[in-house]
């Protein structure tokens, strides 16, 4: 009976906890995406909080363990983005639309910590650098599968899947660099044009055809145009 009554509690203080840590999280990825790693000291953490350092310590030992925890919450938010598509019961070819799509969406919500972690890696001590290589290790790998599957039932044609998984991965990382909500390029505009270099790679065979069911910011973008196979142009249809 009492630990009936002492565990609400105890979540309840988990909870509050994460939430401190997540604004903590949320102030110095803004103040290292506008400011550089180096740049920013806790005390800009704290004063763009409105608290004390020593409440920064409560959670975070040192600026260095802010970081890990950036860049982690960054390829982690991709790769549950990649499982999710990938475990999807489609055809390989709606799955690596499904997958950019959602990975794009990661982007634009969570931008700021993909440039982070993208930008600041570097700063990472050698233990978590390694850790935060494995993750993104599983990121390439899960997408190398997909494009296996896409190779062996002939949507694609794949002859490094690993090389050309890194090679996507990057097309789609590098809107993080530029992308502006305020810019002249629109979601759509940026998916449509992503995709379209995505396909080419893989050297896709079937015409790209609109998903039913999206999800999350990218819901309600009119219809993707299909895509052609390699050498031909979008089919305006």
Aim: glycine share 6%.
């Amino acid at each position: 009976m009492i630990n009936a009554t002492l565990q609400p509690d105890f979540d309840l203080k988990d909870e509050v906890s994460d939430f401190k840590k997540k604004r903590i999280r949320e102030e110095a990825c803004n103040l290292f995406y506008e400011l550089g790693y180096e740049s920013t000291t806790l005390d800009a953490v704290a004063k763009r909080l409105k608290v004390t350092k020593p409440f920064l310590y409560k959670h975070y030992d040192n600026k260095g363990e802010l970081l890990f925890d950036i860049c982690r919450t960054g390829i982690a938010l991709s790769l549950d983005a990649v499982s999710a598509a990938c475990s999807q019961p489609r055809s390989s070819t709606e799955r690596l639309q499904s997958l950019a799509e959602s990975v794009l969406e990661v982007i634009f919500e969570y931008q700021k910590f993909i440039v982070v972690y993208a930008r600041e890696e570097k700063n990472l001590r050698a233990e978590e650098a390694r850790k935060i290589r494995e993750q993104r290790k599983l990121f390439d790998h899960q997408v190398a599968e997909l494009l296996r599957e896409g190779d062996r039932t002939g949507e694609f044609q794949v002859s490094d899947p690993l090389l050309t998984a890194n090679t996507i991965g990057g097309v789609i990382t590098w809107v993080a660099l530029w992308y502006s909500p305020d810019g002249k390029r629109s979601k759509l505009e940026i998916l449509t044009h992503v995709l379209e270099m995505i396909f080419t790679i893989v050297a896709s065979k079937k015409v790209l055809r609109p998903l039913g069911g999206s999800t999350g910011q990218l819901e309600n973008l009119s219809p993707i145009r299909a895509i052609s196979p390699v050498g031909g142009k979008p089919d305006e249809r």
